[in-house]
């Protein structure tokens, strides 16, 4: 089955640049969309960017989205780090030989 | 403004049934693919299934973990969407959301409800 890796955890100072991975399995990243989602502890995840690299109304263009065929991989990238950018960061797309809807493992980011 | 909002979670013995449900309001529902997604405690996100829209043919589809055991409904006269949960086993505990966005499979989910808790325990 299609599945994506992220790392479990990244860390950067505030005013860096963070950016965090998301490596499909098998066949081509690039053939389905890949979301990014944002997770504060106690709420429901948020769409921080979606359809590989478009972001939602309200959300900061400090949050940029990109696919590496090469590497079959997306990423997320977060400049100008602020404290409250502190959450769990889950990748997200579509497995279309098995029907399924895949995310990512999730990544806790730590801005200190 | 879009509202989904999820019942029916609680305690439950290994091999049991649940139902939960999810009424939506603040958009036209009958036109919605609606998912499940679930999280287990301190652990990730986990799509558990989902259910088209009948102009789009009304079917289902499910994660592996649960197919065969799971079943998603709707009832678009009320708005509202369904799972139904058997044969439950105590890896299915978890913080149970439903979710909606844009009608094509490799979409995001824009709406999430608050999510309901299902605990499997004897």
């Known amino acids: 089955n299609f599945m994506l890796t992220q790392p479990h955890s990244v860390s950067e100072s505030p005013g860096k640049t963070v950016t965090i991975s998301c490596t499909g399995s098998s066949g081509s990243i690039a053939s389905n969309y890949v979301q990014w989602y944002q997770q504060r502890p106690g709420s429901a995840p948020t769409t921080v960017i979606y359809?590989?690299?478009?972001?939602p109304s309200g959300v900061p263009d400090r949050f940029s989205g990109s696919i590496d065929s090469s590497s079959n991989s997306a990423s997320l990238t977060i400049s100008g780090l602020k404290t409250e950018d502190e959450a769990d960061y889950y990748c997200?797309?579509?497995?279309?030989?098995?029907?399924?809807?895949?995310f990512g493992g999730g990544t806790k980011l730590t801005v200190l | 403004e879009v509202q989904l909002v999820e019942s029916g979670g609680g305690l439950v013995k290994p091999g049991g049934s649940l139902r939960l449900s999810c009424a939506a309001s603040?958009?036209?529902?009958?036109?919605?693919?609606m998912s499940w997604v679930r999280q287990a405690p301190g652990k990730g996100l986990e799509w558990v299934g989902r259910?088209?829209?009948?102009?789009?043919?009304?079917?289902?589809d499910y994660a592996a973990p649960v197919k065969g055991r799971f079943t998603i409904s709707r009832d678009d006269s009320k708005n509202t969407l369904y799972l139904q949960m058997n044969s439950l086993k105590t890896e299915d505990t978890a913080v149970y959301y439903c979710?909606?966005?844009?009608?094509?499979?490799?979409?995001?989910?824009?709406?999430w409800g608050q999510g309901t808790l299902v605990t499997v325990s004897s």
């Open positions: 979710t909606t966005g844009v009608n094509w499979n490799d979409g995001p989910f824009d709406y």
């Open positions: 259910i088209k829209s009948k102009t789009d043919g009304g079917t289902t």
């Open positions: 997200q797309s579509y497995d279309s030989s098995n029907h399924e809807v895949v």
């Open positions: 603040g958009f036209t529902f009958s036109n919605a693919w």
């Open positions: 359809e590989d690299n478009q972001r």
